[in-house]
Every structure is written in structure tokens, then in C-alpha cells.
């Protein structure tokens, strides 16, 4: 009994020594952007002969012939019960397709796009689907590429694939979630599982270099995304002098900056670990970086830090962001991405 036991704490010690000396490749993947939480914020648009594109409401439960998309717990094809999914059910007009479009999505380095599909259970008078996604960078003159295409079946089985992205890292661009009906589009009720865009590196400050953060705001809504998790603030960002103000401290404090007041002269100074030092007053349109006077708006003297009743400190978006390495990307007709680090092209 003794060797036994010994032998058994021997292997307890490889397995905990192997552990600990996994290489980061090998680590758990981290979710950079979540489509299907993100689902509502989506742009979904149907297609069907004769009427073209045509934009479909996330959420509509009401079936109907021009197709539904909406969340989805239930039973698959393969017995699986699950929850928050997202169901798309095709037009029944055949060919038909429902495209989801989330908006622009920057690529991390190490990325990979992790799908699970399948049928809603009893969906097996379809004759299949066809499955794909598509990307296309945001610059001029790019075109979609197809990253994926399958023709799925009601087989009793979900459709699984693992996309790599490493050729896109350090691009911005939009994704599509794509179901195209076969011959005819009976019982074409796909159920997306899962798909999530997921990077292998564990930490900022890994030897592989700075993973990325991606946050998300929109105008006169506190409701906001940092790596596709939701989350909210307690003042919606706005518009003054056509520039993006917001309570700063949700941008910073997710780039591992802090934040502090001083109320005697009205000033924020924002520091980060690398050393950078970033001060702004209230009602004053210059600011001060690593301790030299800057302007924060070249293009308009007006802007300048305010305080928004009942108390709340408003900060330029656009010049804090960048000052700290970020890239911001304003997208009509009320979205606001901010990346960060941000890599020159």
C-alpha cells in the first residue's frame, strides 16, 4: 500500500510540474468578441427572389415568411438542450439567405473564429442548408473573402469548425454570419451554438506581446462592450462640438490606467504604468501629455472637458484615447470602437 501510494503522489508531482510549464500556445483561448451575446446589436438582413435585401428585426418571435431571427434555448438535432443561441429561419420563398453583419471587429494577433451550428430538433424535413462566413477589411477598395462555406444537413449532428485568422491580425474588418436555403427552404430553422472570435494569448504582458482590447460605445447609451462583454455606465456617452464626450474612466481603467480628480482646480490626471501622464481641466481646450501643452482639438477650439449635471466629469473621447495608443473609429450613425494598442499600418 505504501508504494502505491507513493507512486501516486509521484505522479501527482509530474502532472503538477508539466502543468505549470505548459507553453502559453497551449492555454485556454480568450473570447475577443462574442457574436452570438452580441446578437441584437447585429445588423441582420434577409434576402429572398424578387424583393432583394431587406432588413429583419433580432427578436421577432412571430413567424413569418420573410424569415426570423431571434434567441433560441431548446433541443438540437443531436439531443443537446441549449441556451442563448440564435436561430435563423429562412424565408420560405427558396433561394433565400439571412445574413448577420455585428459592425467592424479589430483581429488580434494568434485569432481564430470557433463556430457551432446545427438544426432546431425536428427540422428534419429541410433539405440543407449552405453555412458560410465572410470577411472583408475595412479600407478602400477590399473585397469579401470567404473564410468558410459547408452545406449542412439534418444528419443528427452539430456542425463544428475552428477558423485561423492569422493572416488578418492587426486588421479591422466585418464579419458575416451567412444561411443560404437549398433547393427549397422547408424546415431551414439553423440554430447558430456557438461563434466567438478567440485569441491563444493569456496576457498583456506575455512575451508574445499585448493582447487586444476592443471596446464598443454608442451615443446616448450607457450600455457598452469591452472584448464583447456587455456592460454599463452610469452616463451615456454624447455629443458636444461634434465630439464623442464620456465619463473617461470606463475606457481607461479597462487599458490598466488609472484615473484620479483633483477638485481644487478641476483637474483629471490619467497615468499609466508604461509612464504616461495625461492632464486635462475642466472649460480648458489644452491639455497637458507627459508634461507638454497640447491643444485637444486643432480642428475646433470649443472642445474642452465639462461637467454634466447632476455632477458627472465629461472627457474627449478621441484625444484621451489615441494619446494612450488607441485607435477610434466612429461608425454611423452612433457607434464608437476604440482599439487599443492601436498597430500603425
Same mark, same amino acid.
Given at each position: 500500500m505504501k508504494k502505491v501510494i507513493a507512486g501516486l503522489l509521484v505522479l501527482l508531482l509530474c502532472l503538477l510540474v508539466l502543468g505549470s510549464s505548459l507553453p502559453p500556445s497551449m492555454a485556454a483561448p480568450t473570447v475577443v468578441y462574442d457574436f452570438l451575446a452580441n446578437a441584437s446589436s447585429a445588423t441582420w438582413? %434577409?434576402?429572398e427572389p424578387g424583393t432583394g435585401s431587406y432588413m429583419l428585426t433580432f427578436g421577432?418571435? /412571430?413567424?413569418?415568411?420573410? *424569415?426570423?431571427?431571434? &434567441?433560441?434555448? !431548446?433541443?438540437?438535432?443531436?439531443g443537446s438542450s441549449v441556451s442563448n443561441a440564435v436561430e435563423t429561419l429562412l424565408p420560405s420563398a427558396a433561394p433565400s439567405e439571412i445574413r448577420g453583419n455585428p459592425g467592424l471587429i479589430p483581429v488580434p494577433d494568434h485569432a481564430q473564429l470557433e463556430l457551432i451550428y %446545427?438544426?432546431?430538433? !425536428? &427540422?428534419?424535413?429541410?433539405? *440543407?442548408?449552405?453555412? %458560410?462566413?465572410l470577411y472583408a477589411e475595412d479600407k478602400p477598395g477590399s473585397t469579401s473573402i470567404i473564410l468558410f462555406d459547408q452545406i449542412k444537413t439534418y444528419d443528427g449532428a452539430l456542425g463544428k469548425v475552428t477558423i485561423d485568422l492569422s493572416a488578418y491580425a492587426g486588421q479591422t474588418g466585418g464579419f458575416i454570419l451567412s444561411v443560404l436555403s437549398g433547393a427549397t427552404a422547408?424546415?431551414?430553422?439553423?440554430?447558430w451554438v456557438k461563434a466567438v472570435l478567440t485569441t491563444s494569448k493569456t496576457s498583456p504582458t506575455s512575451p508574445s506581446g499585448p493582447t487586444t482590447t476592443f471596446l464598443q460605445f454608442h451615443i446616448n447609451d450607457p450600455a457598452y462592450t469591452v472584448n464583447g462583454t456587455p456592460k454599463t455606465m452610469d452616463t451615456a456617452p454624447v455629443i458636444v462640438e461634434s465630439r464623442t464626450f464620456l465619463p473617461i474612466r470606463y475606457v481607461v481603467q479597462e487599458l490598466g490606467a488609472t484615473v484620479d480628480w483633483y477638485a481644487p482646480n478641476q483637474k483629471v490626471t490619467i497615468s499609466t504604468a508604461g509612464g504616461t501622464k495625461i492632464e486635462l481641466w475642466i472649460g480648458r481646450n489644452s491639455a497637458s501629455v507627459d508634461g507638454n501643452p497640447v491643444q485637444i482639438d486643432l480642428g475646433n477650439p470649443n472642445v474642452a472637458p465639462f461637467i454634466q449635471p447632476p455632477g458627472r466629469t465629461m472627457m474627449p473621447l478621441r484625444? /484621451?484615447?489615441?494619446?494612450?495608443g488607441c485607435k477610434v473609429d466612429w461608425l454611423p450613425p452612433g457607434e464608437v470602437q476604440v482599439t487599443y494598442p492601436y498597430k500603425t499600418p
Amino acid at each position: 500500500m505504501k508504494k502505491v501510494i507513493a507512486g501516486l503522489l509521484v505522479l501527482l508531482l509530474c502532472l503538477l510540474v508539466l502543468g505549470s510549464s505548459l507553453p502559453p500556445s497551449m492555454a485556454a483561448p480568450t473570447v475577443v468578441y462574442d457574436f452570438l451575446a452580441n446578437a441584437s446589436s447585429a445588423t441582420w438582413t %434577409g434576402m429572398e427572389p424578387g424583393t432583394g435585401s431587406y432588413m429583419l428585426t433580432f427578436g421577432n418571435t /412571430i413567424s413569418s415568411a420573410s *424569415g426570423l431571427v431571434t &434567441s433560441f434555448s !431548446g433541443t438540437l438535432e443531436d439531443g443537446s438542450s441549449v441556451s442563448n443561441a440564435v436561430e435563423t429561419l429562412l424565408p420560405s420563398a427558396a433561394p433565400s439567405e439571412i445574413r448577420g453583419n455585428p459592425g467592424l471587429i479589430p483581429v488580434p494577433d494568434h485569432a481564430q473564429l470557433e463556430l457551432i451550428y %446545427g438544426f432546431q430538433q !425536428g &427540422s428534419n424535413a429541410t433539405d *440543407g442548408v449552405e453555412v %458560410g462566413v465572410l470577411y472583408a477589411e475595412d479600407k478602400p477598395g477590399s473585397t469579401s473573402i470567404i473564410l468558410f462555406d459547408q452545406i449542412k444537413t439534418y444528419d443528427g449532428a452539430l456542425g463544428k469548425v475552428t477558423i485561423d485568422l492569422s493572416a488578418y491580425a492587426g486588421q479591422t474588418g466585418g464579419f458575416i454570419l451567412s444561411v443560404l436555403s437549398g433547393a427549397t427552404a422547408t424546415a431551414d430553422a439553423l440554430v447558430w451554438v456557438k461563434a466567438v472570435l478567440t485569441t491563444s494569448k493569456t496576457s498583456p504582458t506575455s512575451p508574445s506581446g499585448p493582447t487586444t482590447t476592443f471596446l464598443q460605445f454608442h451615443i446616448n447609451d450607457p450600455a457598452y462592450t469591452v472584448n464583447g462583454t456587455p456592460k454599463t455606465m452610469d452616463t451615456a456617452p454624447v455629443i458636444v462640438e461634434s465630439r464623442t464626450f464620456l465619463p473617461i474612466r470606463y475606457v481607461v481603467q479597462e487599458l490598466g490606467a488609472t484615473v484620479d480628480w483633483y477638485a481644487p482646480n478641476q483637474k483629471v490626471t490619467i497615468s499609466t504604468a508604461g509612464g504616461t501622464k495625461i492632464e486635462l481641466w475642466i472649460g480648458r481646450n489644452s491639455a497637458s501629455v507627459d508634461g507638454n501643452p497640447v491643444q485637444i482639438d486643432l480642428g475646433n477650439p470649443n472642445v474642452a472637458p465639462f461637467i454634466q449635471p447632476p455632477g458627472r466629469t465629461m472627457m474627449p473621447l478621441r484625444f /484621451i484615447s489615441e494619446n494612450l495608443g488607441c485607435k477610434v473609429d466612429w461608425l454611423p450613425p452612433g457607434e464608437v470602437q476604440v482599439t487599443y494598442p492601436y498597430k500603425t499600418p
